[in-house]
């Protein structure tokens, strides 16, 4: 018997972005409402071990505003039926693609 391709994509979709976020790295709603990347709201901690604006200048702009675990890799089915691999920003404010 010749085996079945599954039909659709074994991951989930990438989930919807929220119209609010606030991290202990700042409040990304003005990011969220203007469409601009998320260093521009980005406010440092101060801890030892924290990102700083340069690393979060590095990162793609966010596709999905939603708190996640800051360099957590994942993939996500996209709109268009595709898998494709987000990280999470080290601003813990949401994935962009890798």
Request: net charge negative.
């Amino acid at each position: 018997m010749t085996p079945v391709p599954p039909i659709g994509s074994a991951y989930p979709p990438l989930p919807p972005s929220v119209a609010t976020l606030q991290t202990k790295f700042g409040d990304y709603t003005p990011c969220i409402q203007q469409n601009i990347h998320q260093a521009n709201c980005f406010v440092s901690d101060g801890a030892w071990d924290s990102p700083n604006l340069g690393s979060i200048q590095m990162e793609q702009q966010i596709a999905s505003w939603v708190h996640c675990p800051p360099d957590t890799v994942s993939t996500f089915q996209i709109a268009n039926g595709q898998d494709r691999t987000f990280v999470c920003s080290r601003t813990e404010a949401g994935w962009f693609p890798r």
